[in-house]
């Protein structure tokens, strides 16, 4: 079909196309499709839809707008259950038919797999959609006054914040640099400075690693950070700045310093061993991955979800509550939590976390962990949002990896966790499209706007390290105009390196203590100044306009307006769209990249030098 990309049909389950947001059960909701006349004449379109498992048509849609070359269709279709699946039909005067899916258009029927998803669990807060997140390492961010006023533990190895970062091998998880809950509100400003609204800390309970998920206790917050003062001080200051802060729970397994590992290890009478899964004598246990430290949480026991996760007086129910009052958690592992052979209560824990979150303060967000697809999984019935690595991080790793010889050898220095392209490094513009354009198949839209969306994390390798020099401002400015919560990674707006997750984890170089790029910070304060200000890019739909070895363009657009985003690798590229793709190119307003967009005829032609990112924003429409 010789149809330009970018005058495809287009449906993402945003408001544009399904003005209610927040369907009830047995509700009537509007569907919408937008429609060029470069497919054909319209005779029809229709929205095949699931009810109670099986599958009809909708009446035919009507018109209900025209722009340009463009049919607004809208088809109502009943919530008839909790969650359902939908596609369109559109036939032509011609007799031909097209199936549109999350995957695009196409010729034969496809797999319900593919199809749109709707339900009725969106109940992200309404700050999450304009979310810009800060994730911090605390022992790696910044020393206070206070760092040497406390005590070194007997595991730990202490270094000098000019250290280098061991990266593997003995030491790795004892090196602890001394950084505190102090040192963090000393330099909240920075954070302020970049735009940053909320605020996620890794684990502060104590435990016998520097990175904490290994907790001895979930009540207490660990000493060497300042304890729960400190803890407490940081989020009234965090506050105070008008930002918000979540923190980090490990809700599949504990530490085995754990206090309710050690009530009972070789104690079968204990009323905690129905918490993990031991035998023999509780001698033997179940482990995360066989890790002997990290005992794996049981939890078909009704006493460890009283304790932990259900009610007003769990360690869930704590830290949300005064005088904490955090923001909400992000869940660590929440892929495995609950699954252990042929048990899976993975969703019921993660309802049974969010219930509590709601009856302490429904205000707040949840965010489950997945290094791999979490679409079919997180559909906002449990975790509101993913942290997921699949549909963002990967692709856009993939697009700007440099494959020379000088940067794959650094692998040599300690593998990466897991492989961040999953095969071949080398790919295109269209292949970040398709890729990504698979892995937000299966995710509502709501939950799509609420999943992070980093460069790199304190688990992965710096972005950095393994992109072709000067990607990460470009790639920074996908993370900011992507559907999603965009993620600076601490030491991300210094231009820091990591050869894997444990070299990542540098400390900051306030006092210059390492080599790094300060004129970032000027440039992702930008980014967040322009997300900030441009609703549509904390809610508008997304369209694909172009994809090429070296530029892919696309337009995110509400109500309100629409933000056009153009971005390069490291070739030229020649940029042409119809100018009908998008409404407005002739009066395109540049709020960053400089880049003019021209009109020749029936075409706009867009900047295409390597390495660039524009973005531009375009008239409302009347």
Known sequence: MALDFSLHPHHDGSALYVPNQKPKLLEKIKIRIRVHKALGNVQEVRIRYSESGEAFPSAP?????REGGWAWYEATIVMHNPKMNYRFMIVLTSGQTYWYNTQGLHDLIQPDIQDFRINTFSSAPKWGASAIMYQIFPDRFARSQHADEHKTPEWAIAKKWSDEVIGHGPGTSEQLFGGDLWGIIDHLDHLKKLGVNLVYLTPIFPGKSNHRYDASS????????????????????????????????TSNHSGDSHEWFKAAYKKPGAKESSFYYFSDGNKKYEAWFGVPSLPKFNWNSKELRRRFIQGGNSVVAKWLKKPYGIDGWRIDVANMTGRTRDEDMYLEVSQVVRQTMVEINPNTIMLGEYTGDAAYEVQGDGWQGAMTYSNFTKPVW????????????KFAKGAPGFSMWDGNPKASGRDLVTSYTQFIAGFPWHVR??????????????????????????????????PGIPVIWAGDEFGLDGYN?????????????????????????????????????????????????????????????????????????KIALPKDAVAGLAKAENLLGGGKISIAGDKAKLPGKALSLNIWRLPAKG
């Open 61 to 65: 849609a009507k018109v209900i707008k």
């Open 218 to 249: 979930f009540h207490e917050v660990d000493s060497i950070l300042g304890g729960n003062m400190a803890y407490q001080a940081l989020i009234e200051a965090v506050h105070r700045k008008g930002m918000r802060i979540i923190g980090d729970l």
């Open 398 to 409: 993939r697009w700007f990896y440099n494959s020379d010889d000088r940067s794959r050898g």
């Open 449 to 482: 706007l609420h999943n992070m969306n980093p460069l790199d994390t304190h688990d992965i390798p710096r972005f950095k390290t393994y992109a072709i020099a000067g990607a990460q401002r470009v790639a920074a400015g996908m993370q900011f105009t992507f």
């Open 501 to 573: 997750g444990e070299s990542s984890r540098t400390p900051l170089p306030w006092n210059n203590e390492r080599p790094n790029d300060p004129t970032l910070i000027e440039h992702y304060a930008a980014l967040s100044k322009i997300r900030r200000e441009n609703s549509a890019l904390n809610d508008g739909s997304m369209r694909f306009l172009y994809a090429s070895d070296e530029a892919i363009v696309y337009v995110r657009e509400n109500a309100k307006q629409a933000i056009l985003v153009a971005v390069t690798r490291g070739a030229d590229a």
